[in-house]
């Protein structure tokens, strides 16, 4: 079964500091797609970004950057420049494929981040 | 992206009731899901709601409690019947929306149910 383990259950900076959010998952498939979730304090989850097992190319999109490392399981997130506005729980999550498309996601416990201004 | 919306948006309700939570997407999406989110823990898979057929649930939620409709392509309904106050939760609904290496899951902004 698959598995998703945030250990940072929260992290506090002073903003402007980089911050890197960890991500280890454990799955037996070798198709796999890894998600990143932002939940603010008002409480809709947002999408973040979408992996592929099959593409380890690292992403950035602004302040934000994304380190998949299939050869340790990990896909680590990092804010660059924090801001108070990224003050949030970040959720990692695994959704391994069945029947062709990916199928329900298992999170993992999520990341309390706090940034200080 | 789909915009997926919700109702009721919160709720209170008695134990030994039942409520019926509503999902409309705005496009017709191939899957949708149903997850609940324990007060300040992680979101947890209840079930797979298909069109045309019955739900597929996880391990530990049974259509007896949970039962979940999906009559067309772009709305769902889960029912959570004779609660009990450990059902006081935060249920999501969600779509998966695109296909392959495109396809991805967006979430509605949940029902907040507390039961007394």
């Known amino acids: 079964a698959q598995k998703v383990t945030q250990a940072q259950t929260e992290i506090s900076v002073v903003e402007k500091e980089d911050v890197t959010l960890d991500c280890v998952y454990e799955t037996r498939d070798t198709t796999y797609y890894l998600f990143w979730y932002k939940q603010p304090p008002s409480g809709e989850l947002v999408f973040l970004i979408r992996r592929n097992s099959f593409d380890e190319q690292n992403e950035i999109s602004g302040r934000y950057s994304w380190n998949f490392q299939k050869s340790t399981s990990s896909f680590n997130f990092t804010i660059t420049a924090s801001q108070v506005v990224d003050s949030a729980v970040y959720f990692c999550a695994l959704s391994e494929a069945r029947g062709g498309g990916a199928d329900g996601l298992t999170f993992g416990k999520g990341t309390h981040l706090i940034i200080q201004p | 992206s789909a915009v997926i919306s919700q109702k009721p948006s919160r709720d209170i309700c008695q134990r030994g009731t039942s409520l019926t939570i509503q999902c409309q997407v705005d496009?017709?999406?191939?899957?949708m899901f149903w997850y609940r989110q324990q007060p300040g823990q992680s979101l947890t898979l209840i079930a797979t709601a298909n069109q045309g057929s019955e739900a597929t649930y996880e391990s530990g939620f049974v259509i007896d409690k949970f039962p979940i409709s999906r009559p067309n392509l772009t709305f769902s309904t889960l029912t959570v019947s004779n609660m009990s106050p450990e059902d006081s939760s935060i249920y999501l609904c969600?779509?998966?929306?695109?296909?392959?290496?495109?396809?991805?899951?967006?979430f509605g902004p949940g029902t907040r149910l507390l039961v007394l």
């Open positions: 969600s779509a998966k929306e695109g296909s392959g290496a495109g396809e991805t899951q967006y």
């Open positions: 496009s017709q999406v191939t899957m």
